[in-house]
């Protein structure tokens, strides 16, 4: 903390509204909105970056965390029409769906590679009611009891509990019982309902998907946390999208990690927006690891980032690459992923992570 608070004193004078803000920071003490807005306004992107690397090495020490995951998108079918997503309806030509036998086979495909978790999302398929899911999941569980079963967007479960006439409670304690150990953090995009209804506005709002991360939080099912940036939103509204997680992450402490996902321009109907540069991408990592004060990790996405992308943001407040993710999930890829097939040899995953002078730790689904 010295070494710290030597660097910060040279800013008191020229920056004291800025030497207030990393006061704040290396002492522990949160920050609020203004004090974020100011941060990823004026800060230069340099203070930004230290004072993530501080939080994160105060969290995480020099550990970047990773998994021996497959991830199975089982279809690209789906009844909402998003305008940044390259999902298709159940007429297109090219949409696509897989059984239960076909998503078996994929895991047992790589269960040889020593996968300890399964990662299972895919479009809101019209004609999917919970009970379908209910029985892979038993399959799943039965075949495989060691794997982590991360499965199933807050959009998804909404759409397959009603389905059945069921509560958001009621579907969860059955998707629980029946393996369910965590769901993912997608569905999320930007807390802000006119942006939501400009973009996707058969989706659920961004009250509902708070909801139901709570209502599995409180029996037991942690969760991970997303926020699609860098599309039409402003930074007031990213704020306040973090804002919000860290106010239910105070009530429950059931998030695992937050990811911040990188908008695609590829193949939706916001292909006319520019992405986001990579300056900006490191400052959000950066902002979230400083303002997400009582989440533990930042996950750095890899196949959305890239590979290299990634691996800066360890430097930005990141500790955690997800996986090998043997498995791709085609959604990314289609919007103009960098990485078009996302695979990531262990091996590799541990050189690159020891190359940027980094300890790479192995961990379950639990993050254990």
Same mark, same amino acid.
């Given at each position: 903390?010295?070494?710290?608070?030597?660097?910060?004193?040279?800013?008191?004078?020229?920056?004291?509204?800025?030497?207030?803000?990393?006061?704040?920071?290396?002492?522990?003490?949160?920050?609020?909105?203004?004090?974020?807005?100011?941060?990823?306004?004026?800060?230069?992107?340099?203070?930004?970056?230290?004072?993530?690397?501080?939080?994160?090495?105060?969290?995480?020490?020099?550990?970047?965390?990773?998994?021996?995951?497959?991830?199975?998108?089982?279809?690209?079918?789906?009844?909402?029409?998003?305008?940044?997503?390259?999902?298709?309806?159940?007429?297109?030509?090219?949409?696509?769906?897989?059984?239960?036998?076909?998503?078996?086979?994929?895991?047992?495909?790589?269960?040889?590679?020593?996968?300890?978790?399964?990662?299972?999302?895919?479009?809101?398929?019209?004609?999917?009611?919970?009970?379908?899911?209910?029985?892979?999941?038993?399959?799943?569980?039965?075949?495989?009891?060691?794997?982590?079963?991360?499965?199933?967007?807050?959009?998804?479960?909404?759409?397959?509990?009603?389905?059945? %006439?069921?509560?958001?409670? +009621?579907?969860?304690?059955? =998707? &629980?019982?029946?393996? /369910?150990?965590? #769901?993912?953090?997608?569905?999320?995009?930007?807390?802000?309902?006119?942006?939501?209804?400009?973009?996707?506005?058969?989706?659920?709002?961004?009250?509902?998907?708070?909801?139901?991360?709570?209502?599995?939080?409180?029996?037991?099912?942690?969760?991970?946390?997303?926020?699609?940036?860098?599309?039409?939103?402003?930074?007031?509204?990213?704020?306040?999208?973090?804002?919000?997680?860290?106010?239910?992450?105070?009530?429950?402490?059931?998030?695992?990690?937050?990811?911040?996902?990188?908008?695609?321009?590829?193949?939706?109907?916001?292909? %006319?927006?520019?992405?986001? +540069?990579?300056?900006?991408? =490191? &400052?959000?990592?950066? /902002?979230?690891? #400083?303002?997400?004060?009582?989440?533990?990790?930042?996950?750095?996405?890899?196949?959305?980032?890239?590979?290299?992308?990634?691996?800066?943001?360890?430097?930005?407040?990141?500790?955690?690459?997800?996986?090998?993710?043997?498995?791709?999930?085609?959604?990314?890829?289609?919007?103009?992923?960098?990485?078009?097939?996302?695979?990531?040899?262990?091996?590799?995953?541990?050189?690159?992570?020891?190359?940027?002078?980094?300890?790479?730790?192995?961990?379950?689904?639990?993050?254990?």
């Amino acid at each position: 903390m010295q070494n710290a608070l030597i660097l910060l004193n040279k800013i008191k004078s020229s920056h004291p509204e800025l030497y207030s803000i990393g006061y704040k920071v290396i002492h522990g003490i949160r920050i609020d909105s203004e004090e974020a807005m100011a941060l990823y306004t004026d800060a230069d992107i340099s203070f930004t970056a230290f004072l993530a690397h501080f939080v994160r090495t105060k969290i995480n020490g020099n550990k970047v965390y990773f998994i021996k995951n497959v991830h199975i998108e089982y279809t690209n079918i789906c009844i909402n029409k998003c305008v940044f997503c390259s999902f298709r309806s159940k007429t297109a030509k090219d949409s696509w769906e897989l059984n239960h036998d076909e998503i078996l086979e994929r895991i047992r495909k790589n269960i040889s590679n020593g996968i300890k978790e399964v990662h299972i999302v895919g479009g809101i398929h019209p004609d999917k009611d919970i009970y379908f899911w209910l029985a892979i999941l038993k399959n799943i569980r039965k075949e495989f009891p060691h794997l982590h079963i991360k499965a199933f967007t807050a959009p998804e479960i909404d759409y397959i509990t009603r389905k059945a %006439g069921l509560t958001i409670e +009621t579907g969860l304690k059955l =998707l &629980k019982e029946n393996g /369910l150990d965590s #769901i993912p953090g997608g569905g999320a995009e930007i807390f802000n309902n006119d942006i939501r209804h400009k973009l996707f506005p058969t989706k659920i709002d961004w009250q509902q998907w708070l909801l139901i991360h709570k209502t599995a939080h409180k029996m037991g099912i942690p969760s991970n946390a997303t926020m699609l940036y860098g599309h039409i939103e402003h930074i007031s509204d990213r704020i306040f999208h973090l804002s919000k997680l860290r106010a239910l992450q105070d009530e429950t402490s059931g998030f695992n990690a937050f990811i911040p996902l990188k908008f695609k321009n590829k193949n939706n109907d916001l292909k %006319g927006i520019k992405e986001s +540069t990579l300056h900006e991408d =490191l &400052k959000m990592f950066a /902002l979230s690891r #400083i303002f997400l004060d009582n989440f533990k990790h930042i996950k750095a996405y890899w196949p959305m980032l890239g590979k290299e992308t990634a691996l800066l943001a360890l430097d930005f407040g990141a500790d955690d690459l997800d996986g090998t993710i043997n498995n791709s999930t085609a959604i990314y890829s289609k919007a103009g992923a960098t990485e078009q097939k996302p695979q990531f040899d262990e091996s590799e995953i541990i050189k690159l992570i020891q190359k940027h002078r980094k300890r790479p730790v192995e961990r379950n689904g639990a993050y254990e």
